[in-house]
């Protein structure tokens, strides 16, 4: 009998806790003492396995289902075991022998009796799945091949009809990186906190926590090529730097908060974009003036808590709102008038950061998209509720982290069709296209989409 190797008993370990919590997988890792207990090698299998069979859940089910003869008998322990052997199975590059044997292992670490029927299933995965996977993920990396959704859908171990969708809007090109990118763990970026530091004293920091940094194209920003030892270093913690993607960093730079200017910040959360728009402010010669809203309490209560570590008190006031409230009149007073910059971050569908949350994909559905109670209603509702505190002369700028048409580029359209948008203009921000739109790629930025508008 095959010792089971500590890696996988801990992914198992958070694995099984996410389920029954119904709770985030990066989150359950960060705060694991089975996975803090292993040495880095280990540590990065367990994160790999957690976050891949988490993002890749319906895909391995639909696998597991079609060799089990009652998959509805299956014990939730025995099912997460399974999910993490095959995700190990169709998306890692295990030796066969080893990955059934510890695949068993798992399996009888939580039921024994199961054991036999785990071997039968995972050899039957080794036999039949993974050469499906790897001749579409050859297919997808090869340009000059015919590629169709189901390939793509396979290959990101994504329901087929979001690729559907990303195919349709985005071509195949955008399509191809996007799903070779999803199961890959994503860079990891971290922005200067100008209130702190200029862009040397960051980058010795990091240097000094042995993260690797490297300048990005974005002035004091960084991709750190040893990210492992970023939530230890205190660096985040302390707010010298702040966790954002490359994209999302532009997304600020687009906005162009400038020194002395009156910010509304619209779906705040933990305040990061907060620090990335007073940095923009401080490149052009001082503070901008903030007032920020998130309709979630707790975090309003975690950003207030964040500006003061980074030094912004002063600068950033954060209120508990709705945003759908912002056209009326009763208002906080801090709220009440008119902003040279109105910021809209809106909630959105994530599908452009899916792989640093990994339990998205599968917990959409294309109901959630569109239509009556959708995310496109609530993102129009608060577009059009925010732009009513735009000063004439003023600027509206609103992101996601969507890839969809439908909560971007459309929904911009629908706003400026719409009564609230009337007094409004695009920018463009480039030569043709006045939308800032990426995708995931490999080793690049995440998926983010931004509009400027300007209130005439």
Request: glycine share 8%; hydrophobic share 45%.
């Amino acid at each position: 009998m095959a010792r089971l190797a500590p890696a996988r008993k801990a992914a198992l370990s958070v694995f099984s806790k996410r389920r029954r919590r119904d709770g985030h997988a990066r989150d359950l890792l960060r705060n694991s003492e089975a996975i803090a207990a292993l040495d880095p090698r280990d540590r990065a299998l367990a994160s790999r396995l957690v976050l891949g069979a988490t993002a890749a859940v319906g895909t391995l089910d639909a696998c597991i289902d079609a060799y089990v003869n009652r998959p509805s008998s299956l014990e939730p322990r025995v099912r997460d075991a399974l999910e993490l052997a095959t995700f190990e199975a169709l998306y890692l590059e295990t030796p066969g022998s080893a990955l059934v044997s510890q695949g068993v292992e798992l399996v009888r670490s939580v039921s024994p009796r199961a054991a036999g029927m785990a071997n039968a299933v995972l050899r039957k995965v080794l036999e039949r799945e993974r050469p499906r996977v790897r001749e579409a993920r050859e297919r997808v990396a090869d340009a000059g091949s015919a590629v169709n959704a189901e390939d793509l859908a396979l290959v990101a171990a994504l329901p087929l009809w979001l690729v559907e969708r990303v195919l349709s809007a985005r071509g195949e090109a955008a399509a191809r990186e996007f799903c070779l990118a999803e199961l890959e763990p994503a860079p990891v970026f971290v922005a200067t906190n100008r209130a702190r530091h200029d862009e040397a004293e960051a980058c010795e920091l990091l240097e000094a926590a042995g993260l690797a940094p490297r300048p990005t194209w974005l002035a004091g920003s960084f991709l750190l090529d040893a990210p492992a030892g970023l939530a230890t270093s205190g660096l985040v913690d302390a707010v010298d730097v702040v966790v954002a993607d490359l994209a999302a960093q532009e997304v600020a730079q687009r906005a162009a908060a400038r020194a002395g200017e009156h910010v509304l910040e619209v779906g705040q959360g933990r305040g990061t974009k907060s620090v990335l728009l007073q940095n923009e402010a401080l490149l052009s010669g001082g503070f901008a003036q903030i007032e920020a809203v998130d309709a979630v309490p707790f975090k309003v209560e975690v950003a207030t808590r964040r500006m003061e570590l980074a030094g912004l008190a002063e600068h950033v006031q954060s209120h508990a709102l709705d945003a759908r409230l912002l056209a009326g009149s009763d208002l906080p007073s801090a709220l009440a008038g008119t902003f040279d910059l109105v910021f809209v971050d809106a909630p959105c569908s994530g599908t452009g950061t899916m792989r640093r949350h990994p339990e998205i994909a599968w917990s959409l559905a294309e109901s959630d998209i569109t239509g009556t109670g959708s995310l496109s209603e609530l993102q129009l509702e608060i577009l059009s509720a925010a732009a009513a505190r735009v000063a004439r002369g003023g600027r509206l700028v609103y992101a996601t982290c969507s890839v969809l048409p439908e909560e971007n580029e459309q929904l911009v359209g629908a706003f400026l069709e719409g009564e609230a948008g009337q007094d409004f203009e695009l920018e463009h921000l480039a030569e043709k296209n006045p939308y800032l739109q990426t995708l995931p790629e490999r080793a690049g930025n995440d998926g983010h989409f931004c509009a400027c508008l300007k209130r005439c």
